[in-house]
T-cell receptor, first 116, second 113 residues
């Protein structure tokens, strides 16, 4: 069964702290994604990775960095957390589509981060 | 930036009613996906539509892709409380090779018993 797990469901941090959000997938997927989800704004892509040690900026990368040292793990790092980074963070993974198969992104349960 | 507009943003109905939610864009997508997200969980894929005019059915849910591949609709017949959730559409405009989806903001559906 497909599974994407995220290290924490809920997290409370203080402004200025360094925050690590971990995501692990067990499907041997090449692609991994980090989104944030905010009311009225929908899902916004922060970063994605299409291979180990490879990463590309999404639509809102400012204030975030990522790390992908192993295929199954994709980490999102908030170097210095700020209150405007309070949000729901969703990790997803997928395998590149081929032929008539379209890409499906499998999501983790999300981490709800509160920055005080 | 390609946008997907979903409407309505919120929908509250009684059990047994029918409903339709819409996903519209000015851009052409090679495929469009619908996800459902339940409270406290991540989105789960319901269906992918690829061909213009395509209709797919998933039990009481009917999905349609517009002829021009710029819009899609989701119709639910005889809604049940278990249908409650956030419905998201997501478009792929790269022919499947760019692995980046554009998501709409979603329709939050509440089905009251």
């Amino acid at each position: 069964d497909v599974k994407v797990t995220q290290s924490s469901r809920y997290l409370v941090k203080r402004t200025g702290e360094k925050v690590f959000l971990e995501c692990v997938q067990d499907m041997d997927h090449e692609n991994m994604f980090w989104y944030r989800q905010d009311p009225g704004l929908g899902l916004r892509l922060i970063y994605f990775s299409y291979d180990v040690k490879m990463k590309e900026k999404g639509d809102i990368p400012e204030g975030y960095s990522v790390s992908r040292e192993k295929k199954e793990r994709f980490s999102l790092i908030l170097e210095s957390a700020s209150t405007n980074q309070t949000s729901m963070y969703l990790c997803a993974s997928s395998t590149p589509s081929s032929g008539f198969d379209q890409e499906t992104q499998y999501f983790g349960p999300g981490t709800r981060l509160l920055v005080l | 930036t390609q946008l997907l507009e979903q409407s309505p943003q919120f929908l509250s109905i009684q059990e047994g009613e029918n409903l339709t939610v819409y996903c519209n864009s000015s851009s052409v997508f090679s495929s469009l996906q619908w996800y459902r997200q339940e409270p406290g969980e991540g989105p789960v894929l319901l269906v992918t539509v690829v061909t213009g005019g395509e209709v797919k059915k998933l039990k009481r849910l009917t999905f349609q892709f517009g002829d021009a591949r710029k819009d899609s609709s989701l119709h639910i017949t005889a809604a049940q409380p278990g249908d409650t959730g956030l419905y998201l559409c997501a478009g792929d405009n790269s022919g499947g090779s760019n692995y980046k989806l554009t998501f709409g903001k979603g329709t939050l559906l509440t089905v009251n018993p």
